[in-house]
């Protein structure tokens, strides 16, 4: 909900033309005009929601845009937004737009150590392009805890994987850093960010990681660990023993590039 209601006001101010002025002027009033109209939808589908949880949840909601609103206002940096929600390494169904595509249709290969490749494929939530148009730099929406800097020992590869696939498909720009931004009213004081410097240092470790990954994938081994248990769905075979049972299985020897990448 969140990601849509900033895809259309973003694309709306880019239309004015996107400026720090107009996003002054206008962003109180477009953006609770968006908001409510997408809230409503949203609700539309949710028919079973008690009215007080609705209310409570547009004014979470509210406040959450209009902190980061106000930060956008605040932090004048001279890039603007240029792309939202641009897919690549796929071909998207079902959502009909007037904006030009930022990244060229066609797959996006990524050579692993193995001496194999994947194909990459994802969306990312908004890029923006320096005033000179050289410059191009990758921002990714979150909500909740942010993932960890670096590589997380494999679970914070996004950034990195960004970058390769804008530069892959885009070498006319230089592109300049990634970074993850908060939209439901974390903490801004520290951002996290991968610049393309520190990609290109350690795109071996990168690359290797990303290796070892698949290959266990395609082994059938998912490699789960206690803090991914959230999004698991059958975190209740392991109960409250999860930590008991990593502990169990860390001897197996199928887990040697798990350990590896952790």
């Known amino acids: 909900l969140l990601h849509s209601i900033l895809e259309e006001f973003f694309l709306t101010l880019k239309r004015d033309p996107y400026s720090r002025e107009t996003l002054g002027v206008l962003s109180d009033k477009l953006l609770g005009e968006i908001a409510d109209k997408r809230f409503r939808l949203w609700t539309e589908t949710r028919p079973n929601l ?14 959450h845009l209009q902190a980061f609103l106000r930060r956008e206002i605040n932090i004048s940096t ?12 796929f071909l998207p169904s079902g959502k009909e737009t007037d904006e030009p595509r930022f990244f060229p249709m066609g797959p996006v290969p990524f050579n692993l150590t193995s001496g194999k490749s994947v194909k990459l494929r994802g969306r990312v939530d908004r890029i923006e392009v320096g005033p000179e148009g050289g410059d191009a730099r990758i921002i990714d929406y979150k909500t909740g805890r942010l993932p960890a800097s670096g590589y997380g020992g494999g679970t914070a590869l996004q950034l990195g994987l960004y970058l390769y696939a804008a530069s892959f498909l885009r070498p006319d720009l ?3 850093s990634a970074k993850y931004e908060t939209i439901d009213g974390g903490n801004y004081a520290d951002p996290i960010s991968l610049t393309i410097e520190e990609f290109e240092e350690t795109f071996g470790i990168f690359t290797e990681i990303v290796t070892k990954l698949v290959m266990g994938m395609s082994n059938g081994l998912f490699f789960p660990a206690p803090r991914s248990c959230v999004a698991c769905p059958l975190s209740d075979v392991c109960g409250a023993y999860e930590q008991e049972g990593l502990a ?8 040697g590039e798990w350990r590896w990448v952790r």
């Open 248 to 255: 169990g299985k860390m001897n197996d020897p199928r887990l």
């Open 78 to 89: 001279g890039y603007v937004a240029e792309a939202f929600e641009e897919p690549f390494g």
């Open 174 to 176: 230089k592109w300049k």
């Open 50 to 63: 008690a009215p007080a949880w609705k209310n409570f949840e547009r004014e979470q909601m509210m406040r």
